[in-house]
């Protein structure tokens, strides 16, 4: 060979755009999360899920099986705790059906668009990017036996929970989820087993027809608004309503309520990856908690209550003829804190 074949073939060996010897980038990590919030509620399968949670000393474990179509199709049946066994929950795009069978009653309720747009994803992302640091695992395989990614979102301020999610890589469906609190133990889970991402189901597998003698309940369709123009348009009505919470969680969502029979307002704020949510009643409405024993507490210098229910933090207060309740995945110290920033 002569002395310039071998320089060029040096030259062409050496070029990182020959496809020969191109190496695959790694995947980059707010790419891979974009992939799964656009998949959520899209991607076609069935599976058992099992949410354990850590409360205090002891766990509490529900498991469903879950069968997903997309485009707002899909049924849930109920086969952990006991309690809670033979509930069905299903979703047609247009209504939902929810079956108690304790209590032998359904409650139908309408359904609004649900569906993400890619503009939603985007703002989504923007919010967790703003509060979490992202660092992906391309190589961690576990649980689904099919390549996945690792992904763990830590918050920027050690005042909520870290989370570790395993997506998978062909579909972007997010199969197992871990909870972290401030001190790095586990606080819950959330994984999918016999996972089918071919399920051979149609709309007649997941219909749902009511058991004969229960009890229907038709629940009134709320309206959740969320275009900026609208729940502006409507919080004037409450009076000045924060587009922030602060330490991070944006205003998604109003809608009106009633609690206890009283008008009411709940808006939704979001950090990216948790919801908190504020509701505002005319009247006195505190909310009892059904989990840990109440505690006194003070905010602005209205007298509410804390307590624990499962894995969600709630606060009540009152004040000026109106009760303030706030609930959400974090801990005590800061959702106290945040309240006592609500005027």
């Known amino acids: 060979m002569s002395t310039s074949a071998i320089l060029l073939a040096a030259l062409i060996s050496s070029n990182p755009s020959n496809p020969a010897v191109k190496r695959d980038r790694p995947p980059d990590a707010s790419a891979v999360l974009r992939r799964a919030l656009l998949a959520e509620s899209r991607v076609p399968f069935e599976g058992h899920q099992t949410i354990v949670i850590s409360t205090g000393d002891s766990t509490d474990a529900t498991e469903t099986h879950e069968i997903i179509l997309g485009n707002g199709l899909s049924r849930t049946e109920y086969l952990l705790p006991r309690s809670s066994a033979g509930r069905?929950?299903?979703?047609?795009?247009?209504?939902?059906?929810?079956?108690?069978?304790?209590?032998?009653?359904?409650?139908?309720?309408?359904?609004?668009?649900?569906?993400?747009?890619?503009?939603?994803?985007?703002?989504?992302?923007?919010?967790?990017?703003?509060?979490?640091?992202?660092?992906?695992?391309?190589?961690?395989?576990?649980?689904?036996?099919?390549?996945?990614?690792?992904?763990?979102?830590?918050?920027?301020?050690?005042?909520?929970?870290?989370?570790?999610?395993?997506?998978?890589?062909?579909?972007?469906?997010?199969?197992?989820?871990?909870?972290?609190?401030?001190?790095?133990?586990?606080?819950?889970?959330?994984?999918?087993?016999?996972?089918?991402?071919?399920?051979?189901?149609?709309t007649k597998s997941i219909a749902f027809h009511p058991p004969k003698n229960a009890r229907i309940v038709a629940k009134r369709d709320q309206r959740t608004l969320t275009d900026r123009n609208e729940i502006q348009s409507l919080v004037r009505e409450w009076g000045q309503i924060g587009q922030t919470l602060g330490r991070g969680f944006a205003l998604q969502s109003a809608c009106q309520v009633n609690a206890k029979g009283?008008?009411?307002l709940h808006l939704q704020y979001s950090d990216g990856i948790v919801a908190i949510s504020l509701i505002k009643v005319i009247g006195s409405a505190v909310v009892p908690g059904e989990g840990q024993a109440a505690r006194s507490v003070t905010i602005g210098g209205a007298n509410g209550t804390i307590t624990h229910e499962s894995r969600f933090t709630l606060v009540s207060w009152g004040g000026s003829g109106r009760t303030l309740s706030m609930v959400g995945d974090v801990p005590e110290n800061t959702l106290l804190a945040i309240?006592?920033?609500?005027?």
């Open 262 to 264: 009283m008008p009411g």
């Open 88 to 202: 069905v929950v299903t979703e047609d795009g247009k209504t939902r059906w929810e079956y108690d069978p304790v209590q032998s009653t359904v409650v139908r309720s309408s359904l609004s668009n649900r569906s993400r747009s890619t503009g939603s994803v985007d703002r989504i992302l923007a919010l967790i990017n703003k509060n979490y640091r992202l660092r992906l695992d391309a190589h961690h395989e576990r649980g689904s036996g099919r390549p996945n990614f690792s992904l763990e979102i830590t918050p920027r301020q050690n005042d909520r929970n870290r989370f570790r999610w395993w997506i998978d890589r062909a579909t972007g469906h997010v199969f197992r989820r871990e909870a972290y609190d401030c001190n790095g133990k586990l606080n819950w889970t959330s994984a999918y087993s016999i996972i089918n991402y071919n399920p051979n189901r149609t």
């Open 339 to 343: 309240a006592r920033t609500v005027r």
